[in-house]
């Protein structure tokens, strides 16, 4: 973080489309790292959208037409995967959000593990998720696994909206704090 202070603001628009949000507006004060960080904020707000998506299909009715659901489920649930897939990669890859954080703030390191720890598990709900779509597509009734993909459709969503929550503390105590500068 450069010398531990930025202050990040999005003017991100809710979208449908979680490649739209990508692409949505951001506004960064610091230096080098600007592209890096307007990427993580084009990254939540992609995030979010795939997850308001993911709400959408589930809160439909299953209805006659379980196949249809189950498809739009499907898609939605595919999209966020994607999103969680880049969220990882741009959290914890080399020269990633979290790497910088440990370098320059060691003390942030049980968050940081929190945060990976979550990764993991929102990896596992959403492979979960996609065995019981599969499953269900198989199936003779596949309404009859509607409460089941709405379930495990709910936990996930619950988890990334903590996880988000919690994300956004992180970024903001690493970079907006900085004690004894007056700001």
Same mark, same amino acid.
Do not use: Y
């Given at each position: 973080m450069t010398n531990g202070r930025l202050r990040v603001s999005t003017v991100a628009q809710e979208t449908e489309n979680p490649a739209e949000a990508r #692409?949505?507006?951001?506004?960064?004060?610091?230096?080098?790292?600007?592209?890096? +960080? !307007? $990427?993580?904020? +084009?990254?939540?707000?992609?995030?979010?959208?795939?997850?308001?998506?993911? $709400?959408?299909?589930?809160? +439909?009715?299953?209805?006659? #037409?379980?196949?249809?659901?189950?498809?739009e489920v499907a898609v939605s649930t595919d999209v966020v995967r994607d999103e969680v897939v880049r969220h990882i990669e741009t959290h914890e890859g080399p020269g990633s959000f979290h790497e910088e954080v440990l370098a320059s703030q060691p003390y942030l390191a049980p968050r940081v593990a929190k945060?990976? +720890?979550?990764?993991? &598990?929102?990896? &596992?709900?959403?492979?979960?998720?996609?065995?019981?779509?599969? !499953?269900a597509r198989d199936s003779e009734d596949p309404s009859s696994?509607?409460?089941?993909?709405? &379930?495990?459709?709910? $936990?996930?969503?619950m988890l990334?909206?903590?996880?988000?929550?919690?994300?956004?503390?992180?970024?903001w105590e690493s970079v907006n704090l900085d004690l004894g500068s007056g700001e």
């Open positions: #692409d949505g507006q951001s506004q960064v004060d610091g230096d080098q790292s600007d592209d890096f +960080r !307007k $990427e993580l904020i +084009r990254n939540r707000a992609a995030l979010m959208a795939a997850m308001a998506r993911l $709400e959408e299909s589930l809160a +439909r009715p299953c209805g006659r #037409d379980a196949e249809a659901w189950i498809s945060l990976q +720890r979550e990764h993991v &598990t929102a990896s &596992t709900i959403v492979a979960e998720l996609q065995a019981a779509l599969a !499953k696994a509607a409460t089941e993909i709405r &379930t495990l459709g709910s $936990e996930l969503l990334l909206v903590r996880h988000r929550q919690s994300g956004a503390d992180l970024v």
